[in-house]
């Protein structure tokens, strides 16, 4: 089985931006974070390891937050960095990247955290 069978769903990456906003008067700017509205890599080969998904819900409230944390393979060679944003093509799930990792020049390993919360009936 060659690794390009293994890649079974598609996903795209939006690189972080960064610009310097200053709040005016004089003032030095701060870093100001945010990803385009157009994916910076679209349509990858990848494939999300849903069955080691490790799902928190943390109970408070009125609101519930939850947490996943989902592994993604993907190609060698493709551009994913630190805090990048993946999106699920499938299921329209947005995560963030967290540090790459390179398997040996063979593919790529990089886990994906998800937070949110969920709004209780009242």
């Known amino acids: 089985m060659a690794i390009e069978d293994f890649f079974d769903h598609k996903c795209d990456i ?13 003032l030095p700017g701060s870093p100001k974070f945010s990803y385009g509205t ?41 551009d994913i960095r630190l805090n990048d944003q993946v999106i699920n093509r499938e299921t329209g799930l947005i995560y963030t990247a967290e540090l790459p990792k390179n398997i040996r020049d063979h593919h790529i390993a990089v886990y994906l955290q998800r937070t949110g919360t969920i709004k209780g009936a009242l």
């Not at 939006?14 to 004089?26: D, R």
């Not at 157009?38 to 390891?49: G, K, L, Y």
């Open 14 to 26: 939006y690189h972080t931006k960064i610009e310097t906003v200053s709040p005016g008067y004089n």
């Open 38 to 78: 157009v994916p910076d890599i679209e349509n990858v080969d990848c494939h999300f390891h849903v069955k080691n998904s490790s799902i928190n819900i943390i109970q408070e409230e009125a609101v519930n937050k939850y947490e996943d944390h989902v592994k993604i393979a993907l190609p060698a060679g493709t």
